[in-house]
Structure formats: C-alpha cells, structure tokens
C-alpha cells in the first residue's frame, strides 16, 4: 500500500482557498498520479514558451521601430543595456515554441488524444499550429536583414499561388500602396503591417489556447493508452473506481500540481536563457560591443540573395522547389486538410478501435510517413538554396510514404497487435478494462534529497554570485549573465521536481 499524502501547511491553505473560489475541480482538475512524467506536459511546455515570447517581445518592442526596422534592431543590440541578451532570448524562444510545439502534436498524435471526444481540440490545437507558424514568419521578418526579408517576400509571391481565392485573399492584407502617406522612403511599407500583424496573431494565439486549456479541463488527462482495451472509454472520468482504489490512478494534491507547473515554467525559462546565452543569435561581441551579423536589406543585393527561409518553413519551400508553384500549393493545402481531419479519417475511414499504437497500424504508418518527409524535405530545401529540386522531390515522398506504409503497417498489424492483445487477455483486469500493472518503489530517501538539495543551493548561490560579478560591465557579459541565470532556473527547477513533484522519499508506483 502507498501511504496517503499528508496535508502539509501549503495544501491546508490551498484547500480552503478552493473551499471559497472554486478552482481546483471546476477551474483545475486534480491529476492522476500516472500523469506526472514530462510526456504529459508537453503542452506546458509550449504555454511557457508562449508566455516567455510574450514578455520578451513587449519588451523588444520598447525598442523596436517599424519606420526603421533594421536601425532599431542593432540600436537594441549594440547601445542598449541586455538588449543583445534581450534580442537572443526572443529569437531563440520563437524556435523553442515552434519545436516544442511539434514535439506536443507529435507525441499526442502517436498516443492518439485525438480520438473521440477529443476532435475539436485537435482542431483547436492545429490551428494553434498554423498560427504559431504564421507569428513565427512575421516575426522572422521585422529585423529587416538581407536574408529575412528576401526570404519573407519569396515566400508571399509563393502563396500567391494559392488556389480557392487564397492567394487573393492573402494579398488583400500584404500589398502596400507604396505612395501612402508616412511611408518612410528606403523601407518596404509592409515592415509596418507586418508588426501589426505580429501582435494581432499573438493575440488570436492566446484566445486558442484558452479555449485549447477549456476543452483540456473538460475531457480530463488520457487515460494510460497501452492500458485501455478496445471499444473501452477513453475518458478518465469514466473509470471512478480505478480513481478511487488504484494507487496509480490516485488524484493528487494542488500542491503537486501547481510544483509540476512552475517547474516546467522555470525549466523553459532556464533552457531558453543558457541556450541564448551560449549561443547569441546572430550576434558576436566585437571590441566589447555587441555587433548584430546580418546585412540589412537592400533591393540590389536581394537580387543576388538566394531566398533561404527559417527551418520550420523549410518543408513547405521544398514542394515549391520541386513542382510548379500551383501543384506545390495544392499539396501544402493537401497536408493541411489531412492533420486537421484526421480524427475522422481515423474513425470513419481507418476504423481504429483503440488508442494503442499496435490498434492504429494506418495511422501510424501515414504520421510516421509525414515525419519522415518533413525531415528529408527540410534538409533537401536547406542545401539546396536558389535552386530547383525538379519532380524528384515529389517522387522521393512518394517513396517515403509508400516504404513507411508497407513496413510499418504489416509489422504492428501482424507483430504488435497480437502480442498486446495476448497480453491484455493474460493481464488482471480491473472495471473498465485497464490493466492493472502496479509495484511501489523508495524513490529517494530522506539523506539525498538533503545532499541533492545542499548541491542545488550552493550552485544557485554560485550562480547568482557570478550574475552580481559580471553585472559591472553588461555589455560585455550579458551573455554570461544569461548562461548563469538559465542554469539557475534550471536548478532551481530541479529543487521543486524533487521536493514537491516527486515528494521527499515518498513511495511511488511505476
């Protein structure tokens, strides 16, 4: 038997704050003790780097001049305190939320959490995907360098090809009349839309994911998918007695949640810092001044620029590299149509019964397909900039999906479904058709946490003292500063993982 959590002093006072607003359990539901591994919070993760984005942007943007967009952008960098900082940690919080946020799709899609009753947040979260690609580009963008805007408007010509009025539409809000009034002469006027665009698009992202969190709390965490048998709910509401009597189902305290969600905020937020503080974006330290290392743009060397786009895009160039424009958008809107519907390709075409990777051969074999391709495309794209691949890009997917089909479908159609079948039909049974599969482990006693945690203080202590050293010249080690402050957060992350995700030397299920 695992022995019941004792109500500490935070969760006492989180309880009878909940007695008087009413969140845990109608705002927030409890989670199962199953669902604390990262897996599960992929989406924080993503929430997190959204919201990182959100303060370094409005902070960039105190410097960030449309009418002016490249002098702005290496004013921030090269005069303002933390600004070089500043501009690394936007820019590689951008990438962090578009990796990330594949990551999430990706894993939910091989769990299948977008099956019944999850459609429309599966929608929800593809438009979240089509957005955040779109904040990503315009984003991309506003520094106004050689290489971003070449890119940026290669790319608007391709979508004019768009079929169904797309094209058309698009233009409607991306051609500028260049004559209009307070146009600054030598910058492209949809600079000045595109920075506008930036924050309308922010904030559409912040209206889904509300909604995307609302359907979330409303359908509740998946239920484990190599437990649950087929033609079986895949609602955790609808297995209360497992809720009730298994102890790796047991609902568990806010203070739990709460610990998992700030430390997921703080290991983003940390990851981000020493990432860009190790590596600046675009920028090197040039006799004790941050220089920024694009050129800005201009219309006689654009000219001789190949368009190279951000690696997110980097699949989409590649079919407009290999066929004609209006094919390559034909098959864009073809792989846009297909991850939205895919709920009900699933369930009225593939007629999967079940969650587990082993019931879903078809869907399987076609994501594993598109991940394939994506990956293939996007370095073909990348080493071949300004030239054309020719119809054997297209044939080479086609092979990709073909191969990913004919060997991945027979192998769990015929291999892994009948060993998971047969282990199920072996397997005690609860109600409701989970397998129960439970043995209690000592994760850590009482003396490491204590050595682990002495560790952590005396490196965050390290750290901030470095932070205070290095902050007499900033300019200079900002960089630094940022490796510090990141591997603080981290640390620090760690310290809430051990002491309140996990539980000092509490028994866990595995």
């Known amino acids: 038997m695992v022995d019941e959590q004792r109500s500490g002093l935070f969760d006492r006072f989180m309880k009878w704050l909940d007695d008087r607003l009413g969140i845990y359990g109608h705002t927030l539901r409890p989670a199962p003790r199953y669902a604390y591994s990262i897996d599960y919070w992929l989406g924080g993760l993503v929430l997190s780097a959204f919201i990182f984005e959100v303060i370094t942007g409005a902070l960039v943007a105190l410097y960030y001049t449309p009418s002016d967009p490249y002098t702005s952008t290496t ?70 360098n050689l290489i971003s805007w070449v890119a940026t408007t290669t790319g608007l010509n391709l979508f004019s090809y768009m079929p169904f009025n797309l094209g058309y539409l698009i233009s409607l809000f991306t051609v500028v009349n260049p004559n209009q009034p307070g146009i600054m002469s030598g910058v492209d006027p949809l600079v000045q839309r595109f920075f506008v665009f ?40 609808e297995y209360q007695d497992k809720l009730r009597s298994d ?17 997921i905020f703080l290991l983003t937020f940390g990851a981000i810092f020493l990432i860009a503080g190790a590596i600046p974006f675009n920028i090197a330290i040039t006799d004790g001044t941050p220089k920024y290392l694009m050129p800005s ?9 190949p368009p190279v786009p951000d690696w997110y895009f980097l699949f989409i160039y590649f079919f407009y590299k290999a066929v004609s424009p209006t094919n390559a958008s034909l098959i864009f809107l073809g792989w846009v149509v297909v991850t939205v519907l895919f709920p009900f390709i699933e369930e009225y075409i593939f007629r999967h019964k079940a969650p587990h990777p082993a019931l ?29 691949i020719g119809p054997i890009g297209a044939e080479v997917d086609g092979v990709i999906f073909l191969v990913c089909f004919a060997v991945i479908w027979p192998l769990l159609r015929y291999v892994a479904q009948p060993r998971v079948l047969a ?55 900002q960089f630094l500063i940022g490796q510090f402050l990141g591997t603080s957060l981290i640390l620090f992350s ?6 309140v995700v996990m539980g000092i030397g509490k028994s866990q299920d595995i």
Do not use: C
């Not at 109600?431 to 682990?452: A, F, P, Q, W």
């Open 198 to 237: 930036h924050w309308i698009v922010g904030g559409l992202i912040l209206a889904l994911i509300g909604l995307h969190l609302y359907i979330f709390e409303k359908h509740g965490i998946t239920p484990p998918v190599s437990q649950v048998k087929p033609g079986y709910p895949e609602l955790i509401d």
């Open 360 to 388: 879903r051969p078809a869907s399987i074999a076609i994501g594993s397909g598109f991940i394939v391709s994506f990956i293939v495309n996007s370095v073909w794209a990348a080493l071949t900039p300004g030239r054309d």
């Open 423 to 477: 282990k199920w039909q072996s397997s005690p049974l609860t109600d409701g058709g989970v397998v129960m599969e439970y043995k209690e482990r000592r994760i850590l006693s009482g003396l490491t946490v204590l050595l682990i945690n002495i560790s952590i203080l005396g490196g965050l202590i390290y750290s901030l003292y470095e932070v205070f050293l290095l902050s007499s010249n900033p300019m200079i080690n």
């Open 297 to 305: 743009f201009n219309p006689v060397e654009a000219a001789q620029t």
């Open 494 to 499: 760690i310290s809430i993982f051990i002491n």
């Open 75 to 144: 004013y921030l960098i090269s005069k303002v305190p933390y600004g070089a900082l500043l501009f690394s940690l936007h820019s590689w919080g951008a990438y962090a939320m578009v990796f990330l946020l594949l990551v999430h799709m990706t894993r939910n899609f091989f769990v299948g959490a977008y099956r019944q009753p999850r459609e429309i947040m599966w929608i929800v979260g593809a438009g979240l995907a089509g957005l955040t690609l779109t904040e990503a580009y315009l984003g991309y963008s506003l520094p106004y």
């Open 247 to 263: 102890p790796k189902w047991e609902l568990q305290p806010l203070m739990r949640s709460i610990g998992m969600v700030i430390m």
